[in-house]
């Protein structure tokens, strides 16, 4: 790997730090919870990805690790994510370049109180127009929610399939478990947490009158 190679993949992994740093700051990863991803290669396909177990309010460009299309790892130590078969999926047919995970409260809730729904309607917020290609506080943000497993080679194939059936989503919960979202760039993946972290927390509030 060249030097050159070498530094990029540093910037993308402080980048990812930074994001964890800042979310963790925020209560929405808390202890070891929560994952994020960036594709560092697209061909053959590289995904740098947060290694299980890692304080995300203390994490460094040492708490990743880089693995293949597989999700074996190829370079860093340490094991990856239990859930880089998400991440996987979404940076496959989403062309997704960042995956983020969060785990807050308001997101673990409302996947419990939406679960029967099948997921969550978010609509009439100004903020919705901070996700991509939404232009208007009118927009309809549907956020599905999917049961949470253990076995993530079938709950990827859930994921897969909820993808090509709902291809204008821009996130979704897991039923006790937190948020995922994703973007063009780091930047847009983060923006995105932002964005939808707020709008859950205002509909809980809504809802539960907090």
């Known amino acids: 790997m060249s030097f050159e190679n070498q530094n990029q993949i540093a910037g993308v992994a402080e980048l990812l730090a930074e994001c964890g740093r800042n979310f963790y700051q925020r ?49 860093g130590n340490g094991k990856p994510s239990d859930e880089t078969k998400l991440h996987l999926t979404l940076v496959n047919q989403r062309g997704a370049a960042s995956v983020l995970h969060t785990h807050s409260v308001w997101s673990t809730l409302l996947s419990n109180a939406h679960a029967r729904e099948g997921g969550l309607n978010i609509a009439g917020w100004e903020m919705l127009k901070g996700l991509a290609g939404v232009k208007t506080h009118q927009h309809n943000e549907w956020l599905p929610i999917l049961d949470n497993s253990q076995e993530m080679s079938e709950l ?42 707020f709008l859950l927390e205002v509909t809980g509030r809504t809802r539960f009158g907090n």
Do not use: C, M
């Not at 209560?27 to 994952?35: A, E, F, M, P």
């Not at 290669?41 to 203390?58: M, Q």
């Not at 919960?173 to 972290?197: F, N, V």
């Open 27 to 75: 209560g929405w990863v808390l202890g070891t919870s929560g994952n994020f991803s960036a594709v560092i290669e697209r061909d053959p396909l590289r995904l740098l990805i947060t290694a299980s177990g890692n304080d995300k309010g203390r994490l460094t460009t040492d708490h990743f690790v880089e693995v293949d299309i597989a999700g074996k790892v190829v370079a």
């Open 156 to 197: 990827a194939n859930q994921l897969s399939a909820l993808l090509n059936e709902q291809p204008n989503i821009h996130g979704f919960l897991l039923r006790g478990h937190g948020l995922y979202t994703w973007g063009a760039s780091i930047q847009e993946a983060k923006r995105h947490i932002e964005i939808l972290e």
